[in-house]
């Protein structure tokens, strides 16, 4: 699945809708006119499928300790003192 995107007509970028679905989907959806408040510009944007896009998440690879399971909850029991200098 990816976001379902439009460019604002103020700034020309590309702003999410917060919609995702897939690209088959929003292919077959019907010309209605829908609206959105733009984050980039504050502007409402009225907008149609076609002239919508799917911008498909990207993968981007992990730091070593980023993830579930390496937040605060977990850690800092064995008193290591890293911080010490």
Same mark, same amino acid.
């Given at each position: 699945m990816g976001a379902v995107m439009i460019r604002c $007509? !103020?700034?020309? !970028?590309?702003?999410?809708t917060?919609?995702?679905t897939e690209p088959s989907?929003?292919?077959r959806l019907p010309?209605?006119?829908? !609206?959105?408040?733009? $984050?980039?510009c504050g502007e409402e944007h009225v907008w149609t499928a076609s002239e919508a896009w799917i911008e498909e998440p990207t993968l981007v690879p992990r730091? $070593?300790?980023d993830g579930p399971g390496h937040g605060s909850s977990g850690g800092g029991s064995d008193g290591g003192g890293s911080n010490n200098k």
């Open positions: $007509p !103020r700034t020309g !970028r590309a702003v999410s917060e919609i995702e989907v929003l292919s010309e209605v006119a829908s !609206r959105m408040h733009c $984050p980039l730091k $070593p300790g």
